[in-house]
């Protein structure tokens, strides 16, 4: 979001430190001991869709709101690919390649696989007539929807069989924030850990 945005940023990988961001320093920051979190001279805040819809509505531009109900649809798709999405989209991509091998179990990401048919669908009628999902342009909405969204590629059967949403996809990718994000996450930023499983396809906002 902040490279959408083209904001100044430093990032810091304290929460990801032997996956404990349990440090009196980092519960200071977010008491619920998770990342991510950012600080924002000063304020606080924490919850990934939170941070993403805060800095939309802050420095506007076509990413934000220019309406109440712009408003509305955005958080709605948000809250959407939260509850109705990313549970089993986790599901899939821990067991297809985001635990140790001996972890995995593909019967439970094939359940998870299809599980996402029905959201999958939803999402594709959404897009029958339209290449974004808010105001005829690309938004927090959509950063919000194709980050999880991109989860969805651990299952390329199911996929496969939604070609509006699998184009979307492509467009979401392609974008520059979406691109500078990669290539953070491939440099020495972070900890080995997180980038094999960022190399197995998981992703974030």
């Known amino acids: 979001m902040a490279e959408e945005l083209g904001l100044d940023y430093e990032i810091s990988t ?6 404990d961001a349990c440090s009196p320093d980092f519960l200071a920051l977010n008491p619920n001991g998770m990342i991510p979190v950012i600080d924002d001279g000063g304020f606080i805040l924490w919850e990934s869709m939170a941070i993403t819809l805060y800095l939309a509505k802050k420095h506007g531009g076509p990413l934000g709101p220019a309406s109440t109900e712009e ?10 690919v939260m ?3 990313e549970k089993p989209a986790l599901e899939l991509i821990l067991h297809r390649g985001g635990l140790p091998e001996d972890k995995r179990d593909e ?5 998870a696989a299809q599980s996402l048919r029905r ?6 009628h959404a897009l029958a007539d339209r290449e974004y999902l808010v105001g005829g342009r690309f938004t927090v909405a959509d950063l919000n929807v194709g980050s999880v969204l991109n989860w969805a590629r ?14 979307y ?7 520059p924030g979406f691109k500078a994000l ?9 900890p080995s850990w997180v980038e094999k499983r960022v190399a197995r396809g998981a992703g974030g906002s």
């Open 14 to 19: 304290e929460g990801y430190r032997g996956r």
């Open 71 to 80: 408003d509305g649809l955005m958080t709605q798709w948000s809250f959407w």
């Open 83 to 85: 509850t109705e999405f």
């Open 107 to 111: 019967s439970r990401a094939q359940k």
């Open 119 to 124: 959201p999958l669908g939803v999402l594709d």
């Open 154 to 167: 651990s299952a390329p059967e199911v996929l496969s069989s939604f070609a509006g949403v699998t184009a």
């Open 169 to 175: 996809l492509d467009r979401v990718r392609a974008r």
């Open 182 to 190: 990669r290539e953070l996450q491939r440099g020495a930023k972070l």
